[in-house]
């Protein structure tokens, strides 16, 4: 008798085992139908170019032709003395560090002032912040190529209100042009770091601030003390995405704008050579090399980033 029900326990564990086994298989078949198109995708459009562009850089190949001659490391070797790369990623860095520091100010900023100072018509005015980011880089390119015309823009017309002679300063004409780009890609991407503070700063406990104003503390210390650190995350966050967006997306400002870099490749960018390259000079060997340059520069950049602004996270209970 006891061996029976000995015999119906295990079997019953059995049944159990078995039926659980079956559910967990379904589960997974299920996360699996959602995941493997998305991951099929990505090893196609991602992984594929890029294994693909490391690949092509290791030869001389015109595009067109059918033939892949192997000469090693030689694109990177003349990549070594290529002065134009050398100007492209000063460019590149200018934008980055531009770019980064007018975000971060121009974004903090007008966060506090939607949270912090009680701005009315807050939620009107994130819309608003936010809809250059909709626009097309194309859009916003044309749009600010005619605010820098030399005769009929915006800002020589605004300039000369206040001179005696006309002022017809060829914006994106000059050596320095490259700084004349940081307006357009700040105002046409701010708007999304607004959003990521914004959330931050909202997610902080009010308690915190009335404890503060009850201790006596200013405006600006409560800013170092608690906005600052307990936003922390946000920042990294826009700023990592800053710089890859400007190392990796900046050609196409740059080629709306500017044309093909500028006067004496003055707004060449390493994104803007590596087009010149592949579709002008039909060198995309030598535009895959460029291509490695850009994803290499990105991690080490990335990594270095994520290493200075490294923090503890702060736990609120």
Known sequence: MKERQTDTATMNERNKSVRTGTAKMKRNLFILSFILPTLLLYLVFTVYPLFKGIYLSLFDWSGGSETYNFIGLGNFKDLLHDDIILKTIRNDYILVIGKVIGFMLLSMFLALALTRFNMKGSSFYRIIFFL?????????????????????????????????????????????????????????????????????ILSIPSSLYESADIDGASQWHQFWQITLPLSWEQIQTSVLWIVMTTLNGSFVIVTIMTFEGGVDNATQVMGSYLYLNAFKFGQFSYASAIGVLILVLSLITTATLQRLMKKETIELT
């Open 132 to 200: 250059p980011n909709v626009l097309s880089v194309v859009v916003v390119g044309v749009l600010w190529r005619y605010v820098y015309n030399p005769n009929l823009g915006f800002l020589n017309s605004f300039i000369s209100l206040f001179t005696e002679k006309k002022f017809d300063f060829a914006w994106l004409g000059d050596k320095w042009s490259i700084f004349a780009l940081l307006p357009p890609a700040i105002w046409a991407g701010v708007g999304f770091t607004i959003i990521l503070l914004v959330a931050g």
